[in-house]
């Protein structure tokens, strides 16, 4: 098993940052692939990015893409989300996800990713 917990979420006015952290633990081995995900109220869970635990290699939606940054820490066993240029309708939940399947391409689908984070919460005011 693999445990995640999330950190960093706040409110900041729009075109501000924010960095949030998520540390992993258990079985941190088998972890192949990390991702982020949000989820605004009466909206479905949507893909924010992905990075590959083994090569660091990341890919983003096409609506983060530019202004979001992830990054990761093996040696501390945590990955980072960093938000630059933040706007409203990036208020949301944001969840940290992994999981140990290799897979050969950025899985960017929620039932790809077995292991979640309880969530934080990121409010950008206008």
């Known amino acids: 098993q693999v445990q995640l917990v999330e950190s960093g979420g706040g409110l900041v006015q729009a075109g501000g940052s924010l960095r949030l952290s998520c540390a992993a633990s258990?079985?941190?081995?088998?972890?192949?692939?990390m991702g982020w995900f949000r989820q605004a109220p009466g909206k479905e869970r949507e893909f924010v990015g992905t990075?590959?635990?083994?090569?660091?290699?990341?890919w983003y939606a096409d609506s983060v893409k530019g202004r979001f940054t992830i990054s990761r820490d093996n040696a501390e066993n945590s990955v980072f989300l960093q938000m630059n240029s933040l706007k409203p309708e990036d208020t949301a939940v944001y969840y940290c996800?992994?999981?140990?399947?290799?897979?050969?391409?950025?899985?960017?689908?929620?039932?790809?990713?077995?292991?979640w984070g309880q969530g934080t919460q990121v409010t950008v005011s206008s």
């Open positions: 996800a992994a999981d140990s399947t290799p897979y050969n391409f950025f899985p960017a689908s929620w039932n790809q990713y077995e292991y």
């Open positions: 258990g079985r941190t081995a088998s972890i192949y692939v």
């Open positions: 990075i590959s635990w083994r090569n660091g290699r990341t």
